[in-house]
């Protein structure tokens, strides 16, 4: 059985974070998200979520390619999280390309795929309505 793991804050869940999901899921047979609590994302991401970290876990939760949801506290926990979950590879987004390939003296697998253009938490965050708002 083929482990994947990736990180992130996960914030108002949209198609860019569910493609990513699906890429990371077809990697492997095992989807392990790490998701940032609250307290990390304000403390050391500088970022101020919608959702709480238990309402954004039920929507991963939620996610067919998604098959466990564990918190990510601190930016340095990858290097043992690969070992206790027994990770073969590791998936983020390219705009983190470079920044964790120091996995890879784990043995594990390091992977950046191509983020999806034009849909972010925060672009959803200042829209006033979606493009395609029927009022209903
Ligand atoms: N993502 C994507 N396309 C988008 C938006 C996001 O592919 N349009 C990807 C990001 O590259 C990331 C994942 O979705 O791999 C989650 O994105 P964020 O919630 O913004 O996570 P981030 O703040 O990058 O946190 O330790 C790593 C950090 O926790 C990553």
Redesign the pocket.
Known sequence: MKRVI??????LLHY??I??LRRCKALGDYLIVAL?TDEFNSKS?N?SCYFTYEQRKLFLEAVRYVDLVIP?TC?EQKKTDVHEYHVDTFV??D??TGKFDFLKEEGVEVVY?P??PE???TKIRKDKTPKNFRGD
Request: glycine fraction near 12%.
């Open positions: 990736t990180y992130g804050t996960f914030d860019g974070h493609n990513l940032s991401k970022k990510e930016w983020m987004g705009d983190w795929l983020r999806t849909i972010s938490s």
